[in-house]
């Protein structure tokens, strides 16, 4: 047992197990705990870079410690075992452990037989004290070990969940199908590591792209999988929780996937989703979850589906409950209510003309395209948002409470969402639905007064398109979404008049009632809802009474009823005498009766918006002017005031409270509710209907006053006993009297007015009356009443006086009424002398006139009429009317007993006020009797100015403030009624901004850009979710073929069909394209993979018999849904957008590439050239990318189109020629491509104008792009606006991808000067200069012919005369042709007539012809010279067959033909031969054409042909003279005088500085000139004005590689054998590594570096080690030559124990060991210095343990070797198998790619085989040729890259170095046949009599002085040359490292 002390040790005979363990010296945390189990029983490492979250593919990994490593002393794992002895251990760990553990058990500290069985201490590498070496263990039988390894784990070794998804592709059945999704699913519940990779490859988008395609399998049984694969199916563990969100979203939440399967899948889909959103103990999570893989929007997609039943609709409903109420969010709940406007009908169609049936329809009948079904579907949503907002359980979405996020969503909502569903055409239904969901909001007091002062209309629709970032907008020129322009609306206001069209619905007035009574109603709870009558008494009875008595009633709520009274009043026939109207108004005023009762105290019975609510409901109906009603225009006379009965009871009620209001409000507030009553008025009311209403309510309040003060008297008397109950009462009497006074005023106000338009006598005889109950009165403001009553009383008789003139009856009533009550009248309380002479005036008018006095001079007495009633409403004058005799005379008589009755009670007074004496006769008893005809001049003057005075008086006073005194201080009454009215009247006209007609347009733009926004959101939700679908089927194709395909590790065998090697268009050092890679269409055995591959672009899969072939989120035509209108419901007289309507569905192949949440920036139309091909196309500006998309076109409105949809937008008719030539060459297609990409961007020509630019990627490959319509240098500042490293950089030896040499900033002609740098680099750098570039054939790069010697058997490079003549161009080598030429020159000056006509060669050494003809034997080439020479090869003879004759013609016989070469005749062989076994014909004697006639000198071989082609180029005799020739092609003999007198001058056309396209106005002779370049080529940029230098003469200036291993330098022949004889060892080991083997060995300027195996220096500043091969199977990240700064590494653990290692650039790592599994990493360092590993992809091929690796990162390939004897070559930057290495006879054991020419040996068992690039073979030693130690390791001695004898160092096991040369034998050309992979096979383990590779020097160790004789040397395990090449550097298996150096 583990730590038993040795006191207790004894032998057990029990057998026991020990598992994995480890053991900690402190205790962990509970949480750190469920970690580990959560890491489960495979878990081997020592919890230092724990996954800490990320689970989700869309965050990223965090990784940390879960336990201090100092903390962790032990831990053992099965997997880190092995067998050993004593003497094993003693060897490895030390003497000490050795005796240690033997004496533990029991044996000799010697032995070296009995095994032991070691368990290494997992912990034993943390740092911290020493721990021991692990767990030693003897067993009497021997120890068995059980190292469980699951079917998961071995899974993901060939493929991982990819192959269980293939299974569930092949499943043909229901069955099958089960058993393949329950396989998934037992792997993914059993394994992290496969649900980590499932997430990694988008397995789960994969898996419901394969649903979808088997949809008609599906089962209830694979969708409880599917459930349990969510994390969401029941257990009995605990509750249930979304534990896989990638299967959630993808899977789970595609609905349309289980909308269309079987068994009504979909319902129990939709069941349980409701379920797991249920709030649970762990709160909302899963609703949060929902929320953000945006399930609203996914399901209320469901409802464009024409044929979705209602019951699909119910659950839908209920799961939008759900979500709604877990995760209550603005955002989800904007959706839905944008849908419910999208439900809306226009105005013109009424909703309520459809018959709607709420009946629920059986499962299966679907919704149809009817209104009725579509207002169904509305009120479900609006019942479900209804129940969401009355729920009591609500759980925002941020920290503020649901109170406060409610409150949010109506301000987001704004008033108009809710009035646009309250229209009278829409439907009863939803109104009444949508007032119940607007007053749950307004039942808050604070929406309430916001409704009510003013909100932002339109906020739901600028809400909803706030931070949208719609797919399609980047394919467009401006946004889709619909602009909108909020303003300010006033809620109530509109309100008012849409329930105006509501009056009808019983359910308004009783949800109105309820925010009466501040209490919220949905249904009735107790009693069905039989009438209102019913409804109005249950809320009565359970009203919450609580909510009233602490905010009281509301009054809004009471004024909207009071309007939708009134609209039923205005309604009701005046003869109606029954109806629902009458029946409505009788129980809503029986109902504010009683609520009145209940309430009588509340302030909304003296609320001015109330009572001037409720007197609009009595308000006299108004009759337009002209209308029938009306009888005639103009009405002159007041309208009688008649109550019909629907009247009635409203002013019934209104009496009643009119009497509270006299006893309670006191007369001193502002704004009187008496007021309020009294200057109601309707709008577009006239004057009589004014009067008429106000005379009514001032003579009901005059009837109301004794019946008040009868009723207060009884009051008073009855409690008059108790004191307490008096004392209670007391304040309401003075009160009244108040408001006595305060109406006494208001009355005479509206009589002088003349509003008041009954008879004055009433107002006389009530002020008289309640004088004379004043004056009965004990009070102690009896005064102060008294004063204002007889105030109004006098001013009430001067009025009746004045006025009544016209109307002697009337007249005569109000002279009785002054007689009857004059006791009153003028009692002694009445004293004030201006009345009575005001009066004595008056009745002196009266008095009969003498014929003396003129008439006019009556009439100038000014008539208190004419005063205080309006002048435009005068009464008519009855004047001249004949009176009654008998009246007239009764009228003077009256008026003189007034007078002289007057005068004798008050003729004292006035003589004593006015100090005058009136005449007065004696009446004899004692009586003086003053007559009218008596007064003096003097008493009329003063009679007439008081008159005035009064008058005067009465103006002052406006009609809108009078003084009211209750006391003996007067209280001004600040503001009335009228003219607050009129304010008001102004602000509702400011409120809304325009009439209802206007606003209801408004509601309608609104409706139309809500639908518009809603279906630019499902339209890109669709596309959205059409990228997910297109996406997975593409990854689907590439998983498919990467795993079951010919490279896999499952892939079976595979057939050649249509084979073709085709050259790549990657660019190696020196920008050479070497890789050729063998395309091939094949197929499986795997049954899927036949229809696998079609249409991947457009992200679609041909099904398989039997599999549904609808897809619901595809196109109109494919699945019979079209998400350009994306609803089911009817079409409505408008018509939405154009943008909505997707014609163009190939822009899905670019949305299908856009970078998550992409914003492009800019759209610019380009011409994508490739070789002699060009694609009009678009670019596309993205935030971090760009994207070229080819065969799309940009309109004039900047959107982007398919060629075939859209008009091209190339002006220039030649590019457009080229562009479309050929309709058939291409489909649409799309790349992306990151701006950290771009290595460089060049400035380039296109058929000689500046209008190009070129992008080199890192990758190596190069785009190509044509500004046609635009400036080249704006969007060349784009790209450096996106990355501003580009703006700095130019040309260099970069550029040409040249390993950068150590002479620091020279120029490139300096480093060819000093032969720093090749003549084949040089070129390729001037060429790259100049403009040339491989994308465009008229522009391709150009190289001299160096030979002239094509016939001799032999070739001497020491020959001059093998050489061409540098120094004249190709039509001046032969004296005779060059006289032709130059003949021509003249010629033509004298038949054109210009001097700038004059030429030598009218063609071109350079044109895409002749690089087509060149490697017319390579794809794409030899599509290429179909295409120019029309469809087909040319004739043989005429064709590129020779190199002869091809000399012969460009030299010396053809006129036409001056041709140079090109680079690929320097450095590719392939281009020499018929791989791909075209038909090019037969030559003239029969000979059929083939592969290229070489030189006799090559002897057939075309490897050696180049070879020495390429040693002609760098000879002595070429740079001497190579300077020449640049002169010619580069230089200032191109063009000028000394290109004349070099007979170098070539046609005008073909210069382009010479020609202005600009400037020819012609297009005819514009397309000319183009035509000819087209053609013929274009002269490269001059660039040296001047004679270029010569290359430095060989030994004046030294190469810099003196000493080196071989000393001949550039140029010269390759280094002899003797050469390598002169290696001396160095005395002494230069490096020593105690930690073991030596690994790697790096040569730097600085130095040599070496680390130890199992670890690896990372590029390019090697001071960073990359570790592995650990107990714990972790790896790890530390500084060289530091033990500080470690960053461990456990991802790696998962895919096995770690064998080998590489690392091409910075940022990438490849790993592979025993899992067969290559991985590549991604290693990143944040800013704070952390280092991460990102797995980017797991490569798949081997099938046995990957034992060597090596990258290229100037080549961009990475080879693999494994265990089973194969060799794979990977492209580093796609990361695909590029090509497959034959098997070798062993296993391989090393591996290395030779960075110049990308040759790669590899290393099996003895056997050493050499590879060019593609993996053809080149040569190979065969273990039968060499026998001896194993080989260990290998490199390339990189010294001429063009050398053919490449020199090749091994290392074996037994301590020897060799060093091999390649011999110059070609390899067999492929035969391309069916099996041409099996001779490919055996000619790799061929049998040849000569073997190719040649021994030229072996080393051994064991001679070194140093080692000792009789000591075995170790083995060999790295091999280095230094960077001079001075050294030869190897490391063994003791750590020591030795060197060779040349001998000097």
Not at 487 to 495: D, K, N, Q, R, T
Not at 1132 to 1149: G, K, M, Q, T, Y
């Amino acid at each position: 047992y583990v730590a038993t002390p040795r006191v207790w040790k004894q032998k057990s005979p029990l057998t026991w197990r020990q598992g994995p363990m480890h053991l900690f010296e402190e205790a962990v945390s509970g949480e750190t705990l469920q970690h580990i189990v959560r890491l489960g029983p495979r878990y081997c490492s020592n919890f230092q870079a724990v996954e800490l979250g990320g689970e989700s593919s869309t965050t990223s990994v965090q990784t940390g410690a879960l336990v201090a490593q100092e903390k962790i002393s032990f831990g053992i794992n099965m997997m880190s075992s092995s067998h050993t002895t004593i003497r094993d251990i003693r060897d490895c760990y030390g003497e000490v452990d050795g005796r240690l553990i033997a004496k533990e058990l029991d044996l000799s500290s010697r032995d070296g037989t009995t095994p032991v069985y070691l368990v290494r201490n997992t912990a034993g590498k943390l740092t911290g004290p020493v721990r021991t070496i692990g767990s030693a263990a003897v067993g009497q039988y021997g120890i068995r070990v059980f190292q469980p390894c699951p079917a998961a784990v071995s899974l993901n070794y060939i493929g991982g969940p990819a192959l269980l998804l293939g299974l569930l592709m092949m499943a043909e059945d229901d069955s099958s199908m089960y058993a393949a999704v329950k396989a998934l699913h037992s792997v993914l519940s059993s394994s992290t590591m496969s649900e980590n990779q499932m997430r990694q490859i988008g397995g789960y988008q994969i898996l419901a792209y394969l649903l979808k395609r088997k949809t008609h399998l599906l089962n209830s049984r694979i969708l409880q999988l599917i459930l349990s694969i969510g994390g969401t199916a029941e257990t009995s563990l605990g509750s249930l929780t979304i534990k896989n969100l990638e299967a959630f979203q993808y899977v789970l939440c595609n609905f349309e996937l289980w909308c269309h399967g079987p068994e009504n899948l979909d319902l129990s889909l939709f069941t349980h989703l409701t379920e797991i959103l249920q709030p649970s103990r762990d709160g909302s999570w899963n609703a949060k979850v929902a929320h953000q893989m945006q399930v609203v929007p996914k399901l209320l997609l469901l409802f464009s589906d024409t044929r979705i039943p209602r019951l699909r609709v119910s659950k839908i409903c209920a799961a939008l409950f759900h979500l709604l109420q877990g995760h209550f969010s603005i955002q989800d709940t904007l959706r839905v209510c944008l849908f419910l406007v999208y439900t809306l009908s226009p105005f013109a169609m009424d909703e309520n003309k459809t018959c709607l049936d709420d009946a629920p329809e059986l499962l299966g009948d679907a919704l149809s395209q009817t209104s009725g079904n579509r207002i169904w579907l509305r009120n479900q949503l609006l019942r479900t948002l209804l129940e969401v907002m009355h729920s009591g359980q609500l759980h925002p979405s941020s920290e503020c409470s649901p109170r406060r996020m409610q409150e949010d969503v109506f301000q987001a909502l704004g008033p108009d969402w809710f009035l646009m569903f309250i229209q009278s055409h829409v439907h009863v239904s939803t109104v009444v639905l949508v007032v119940r969901l607007l007053l749950h909001f307004l039942h808050n007091r604070t929406l309430l007064c916001k409704f009510k002062e003013g909100m932002m209309a339109g906020l739901w629709l600028e809400n909803s398109s706030r931070g949208l970032n719609i797919l399609m907008d980047n394919l467009k020129g401006r946004d889709q979404v619909p602009e909108c322009s909020p303003y300010l609306l006033y809620g109530f206001v509109e309100l008012k008049m849409f329930l105006g069209n509501s009056i009808h619905i019983p359910e308004i007035y009783f949800l109105l009632s309820g925010l009466l009574l501040a209490t919220p109603v949905s249904e009735l709870a107790d009693e069905p809802k039989a009438d209102l009558d019913s409804m109005l008494q249950w809320l009565l009875r359970n009203h919450a009474a609580d909510s009233v008595a602490k905010v009281g009633l509301c009054p809004e709520a009471a004024v909207l009823l009071l309007e939708m009274m009134k609209a039923v009043v205005n309604r009701v026939p005046t003869d109606a005498e029954d109806g629902w109207e009458l029946s409505f108004l009788g129980q809503i005023m029986q109902f504010f009766c009683m609520v009145h009762r209940r309430y009588p105290q509340d302030p909304l019975w003296c609320h001015s918006d109330f009572l001037q609510a409720l007197a609009l409901v009595v308000f006299p109906p108004v009759v337009l002017q002209g209308s029938p009603e009306s009888g005639s225009s103009t009405c002159s006379l007041p309208i009688p005031f008649t109550l019909d009965p629907a009247r009635k009871p409203v002013w019934d009620f209104t009496c009643r409270l009119l009497m509270e209001m006299l006893l309670i409000v006191p007369a001193h507030r502002q704004w009187h509710p008496m007021e309020m009553l009294l200057e109601a008025s309707a709008e577009s009311s006239t004057a009589e209907q004014k009067k008429c209403f106000q005379t009514e309510i001032l003579v009901s309040i005059m009837d109301v006053f004794p019946i008040i003060v009868q009723e207060e008297a009884k009051r008073t008397s009855n409690i008059g006993r108790n004191g307490a109950a008096r004392s209670a009462s007391e304040p309401a009497m003075p009160t009244l009297l108040a408001n006595l006074s305060y109406f006494a005023q208001k009355l005479v106000e509206k009589l002088f007015a003349g509003m008041f338009v009954e008879n004055p006598r009433k107002i006389i005889l009530f002020l008289a009356e309640q004088v004379t109950a004043a004056v009965q009165k004990a009070s102690p403001h009896k005064e102060a009443i008294l004063k204002v009553l007889y105030s109004s009383l006098n001013r009430a008789v001067l009025y009746c006086l004045s006025s009544c003139t016209s109307s002697q009856p009337r007249l005569l009533s109000v002279l009785r009424t002054l007689q009857q009550q004059w006791d009153t009248i003028f009692a002694t309380h009445n004293s004030s002398p201006a009345f009575v002479t005001c009066l004595l005036h008056c009745l002196s008018q009266l008095r009969p006139s003498s014929s003396s006095e003129p008439h006019e001079e009556k009439s100038k007495m000014p008539s208190a009429h004419c005063i205080f009633q309006d002048p435009s409403k005068e009464e008519p004058r009855t004047d001249d009317l004949p009176v009654p005799k008998n009246v007239q005379e009764e009228i003077w008589k009256a008026t003189e007993d007034i007078w002289n009755q007057l005068l004798s009670q008050r003729r004292l007074d006035l003589e004593e006020a006015h100090k005058i004496a009136l005449s007065a006769e004696s009446t004899g008893e004692g009586d003086w009797k003053v007559k009218m005809g008596d007064l003096t001049a003097q008493w009329e003057e003063i009679m007439a100015k008081a008159w005035q005075q009064f008058l005067a008086s009465e103006k002052k006073t406006p009609p809108n403030k009078v003084l009211a005194q209750t006391s003996s201080k007067t209280r001004p009454w600040s503001g009335s009624l009228s003219s607050a009215m009129k304010l008001a009247a102004h602000r509702n006209v400011k409120q809304k901004g325009c009439c209802a007609q206007d606003f209801v347009s408004h509601l309608e733009k609104f409706r139309r850009s809500g639908q518009e926004l809603y279906a630019i959101l499902n339209q890109d939700l669709a596309q959205w979710l059409h990228r997910i679908h297109s996406r997975s089927a593409k990854a689907w194709a590439e998983l498919e073929e990467r795993v079951f395909g010919k490279e896999g590790p499952t892939g079976a065998r595979w057939a050649l069909t249509a084979p073709r090697w085709i050259l790549d268009r990657h660019e190696g050092p020196s920008r050479m394209r070497k890789r050729i890679w063998f395309s091939a269409t094949h197929h499986t055995a795997v049954a899927m993979n036949s229809k696998a591959h079609q249409a991947q672009e457009s992200g679609t899969s041909a099904a398989t018999p039997g599999e549904s072939q609808e897809d619901p989120l595809l196109s109109k035509g494919e699945s019979g849904m079209d998400h350009g209108q994306l609803t089911f419901f009817p079409a409505f007289p408008e018509s939405h957008s154009e943008d909505l309507l997707e014609v163009c569905l190939e822009r899905r192949i670019i949305l299908q590439e856009f970078a998550e949440d992409e914003k492009v920036t800019h759209r610019e139309s380009v011409v994508i050239v490739q070789g002699h091909m060009a694609l009009e196309g678009v670019l596309l500006f993205g935030q971090k990318h760009f994207y070229i998309c080819e065969h799309f076109a940009l309109s004039h409105q900047q959107e982007v189109y398919c060629t075939k949809h859209c008009l091209s937008s190339i002006s220039d008719a030649f590019i457009y020629t080229m562009c479309h030539k050929d309709h058939t060459m291409g489909q649409p297609a799309c790349s992306c491509y990151s701006y950290d990409d771009i290595k460089e961007i060049h400035s380039m020509r296109f058929l000689l104008q500046e209008v190009a630019l070129e992008i080199f990627l890192r990758s190596g490959y190069s785009i190509f792009l044509v500004f046609h319509k635009s400036d080249r240098k704006k969007n060349l500042k784009r790209f450096w606006s996106m990355k501003p490293s580009l703006k700095s950089k130019a040309i260099t030896e970069e550029s040409i991808n040249i390993r950068r040499s150590s002479g620091g900033e020279k120029t490139m002609l300096l480093k060819w000067q000093k032969r720093e740098i090749s003549n084949f680099d040089y070129l390729m750098y001037l060429n790259t200069l100049a403009g040339r570039t491989y994308s465009d054939l008229m522009q391709y790069p150009v190289f001299p012919w160096i030979l002239a010697d094509y016939h001799s058997q032999t070739l001497d490079l020491t020959d001059p005369t093998v050489f061409r003549d540098l120094s004249k161009p190709m039509g001046a080598q032969a004296a005779k042709r060059k006289e032709k030429f130059i003949q021509r020159y003249k010629d033509i000056e004298k038949t054109e007539g210009s001097l700038s006509a004059r030429c030598h060669y009218c063609t071109h050494y350079s044109s895409a012809m002749i690089v087509a003809s060149y490697l017319v034997r390579l794809e794409p080439f030899s599509q290429i010279y179909c295409s120019l020479q029309g469809g087909g090869f040319d004739v043989a003879d005429r064709m590129f067959h020779s190199l002869g004759s091809t000399w012969d013609s460009a030299s010396r016989q053809n006129m036409t033909d001056v041709r140079e070469l090109t680079p690929e005749f320097f450095y590719l062989p392939d281009f020499l031969t018929n791989c791909n076994q075209f038909e090019f014909g037969s030559l003239q004697d029969g000979t059929q054409l083939g592969d290229v006639q070489l030189p006799p000198w090559a002897e057939g071989s075309p490897h050696q042909f180049i070879s020495l082609n390429r040693q002609a180029l760098e000879s002595d005799y070429v740079s001497a003279h190579l300077h020449h020739w640049i002169d010619l092609i580069f230089g200032h003999k191109q063009q000028g005088p000394a290109a004349v007198k070099a007979v170098n001058v070539f046609h005008p056309y073909f210069y382009g500085d010479q020609v202005r396209l600009d400037s020819i106005s012609d297009p005819l002779t514009k397309n000319t000139v183009l035509g000819f370049v087209s053609n013929f080529g274009q002269i490269p940029k001059q660039l040296f004005s001047k004679p270029h230098p010569a290359r430095s003469v060989l030994g004046k200036h030294p190469v810099g590689r003196d000493g080196s291993l071989f000393s001949a330098p550039a140029g010269q022949s390759p280094p002899s054998l003797s050469s390598l004889r002169n290696l001396k060892v160095s005395s002494v080991p230069i490096r020593d590594l105690p930690q073991g083997p030596v690994g790697k060995i790096v040569c730097t300027d600085k130095g040599i570096l070496a680390v130890e195996k199992n670890k690896l220096l990372l590029p390019p500043l090697w001071n960073k080690v990359f570790c592995w091969g650990f107990d714990d199977f972790t790896c790890c990240l530390a500084g060289y030559g530091s033990d500080k700064g470690v960053t461990t590494f456990e991802a790696p653990t998962e895919w096995g124990s770690c064998l080998c290692a590489v690392s091409p650039t910075p940022t990438t790592l490849i790993t592979s060991g025993s899992s067969s599994v290559v991985c590549v990493w991604e290693l990143s360092v944040a800013s704070d210095g952390a280092a991460h590993l990102h797995l980017k992809k797991p490569l798949y091929g081997h099938r046995g343990a990957v034992t060597c690796l090596a990258a290229s990162a100037s080549y961009g390939i990475v080879v693999s070797g494994s265990a089973d004897r194969s060799g794979i070559i990977w492209d580093l930057h796609r990361l695909t198998c590029l090509a497959q290495l034959p098997a070798h006879p062993a296993c391989l054991s090393a591996l290395a790619i030779n960075d110049s020419t990308g040759d790669i040996v590899s290393c099996a068992g003895t056997a050493l085989y050499v590879w060019n690039v593609s993996g053809k073979p080149l040569a190979r030693l065969d273990s039968a040729c060499r026998s001896g130690p194993t080989l260990s390791c290998c490199c390339f001695m990189e010294v001429m890259d063009w050398d053919v004898h490449s020199l090749i160092a091994t290392g074996d096991t037994g301590g020897h170095v060799q060093v091999w040369k390649l011999e110059t034998a070609s390899p067999r050309r492929l035969a391309v046949s069916a099996n041409s992979q099996e001779s490919l096979a055996k000619e790799a383990a061929g049998e040849q009599a000569e073997p190719p590779l040649v021994l030229s020097r072996e080393l051994d160790l064991s001679t070194t002085p140093w080692e000792r004789p009789s000591r075995a040397a170790a083995a060999v395990t790295s091999l280095a040359v230094s960077r001079n090449y001075s050294k030869l550097l190897a490391g063994d298996e003791n750590g020591k490292i030795f060197c060779w150096s040349v001998d000097e």
